[in-house]
């Protein structure tokens, strides 16, 4: 015969070992790059800039420019430009391309995408 208290006992022993396993289940995007915060304005300047210089790519299949995507080998990434580094030192580590229109600023250890900026 099931009791109330066998019940009870049965709900916080499964609790307890749900909780350990997710605490212990690593984050999907633990070696991902922080996001680089930027402001509208610097944005906008980073935006005129690599549109200016840089040359469109298409989008990799199953690829989707957002923070912590791993950018394909097929885009090849360029160094931030010297004068916008100056103007932005927080995207002076980073390398940047243009894919589907939008400017991706990635960390070139990982690969992974720190900002998206779009129009």
Known sequence: MITLRSVTLLAALILMSVGGAVAQTPAIDSGAAPALQLSPAQKQTIYQ?????????????????AVGAEVPETISLAPIPKTLAN??????????????????LVDPRSRRVVAVVAQ
């Open 49 to 65: 800039s690599i549109t200016a210089t840089q040359k469109n790519n298409p989008a990799p299949t199953g690829f989707r420019a």
């Open 87 to 104: 103007l932005i030192p927080t995207t002076a580590e980073y390398e940047v391309a243009m894919v589907e229109k939008q400017v991706v």
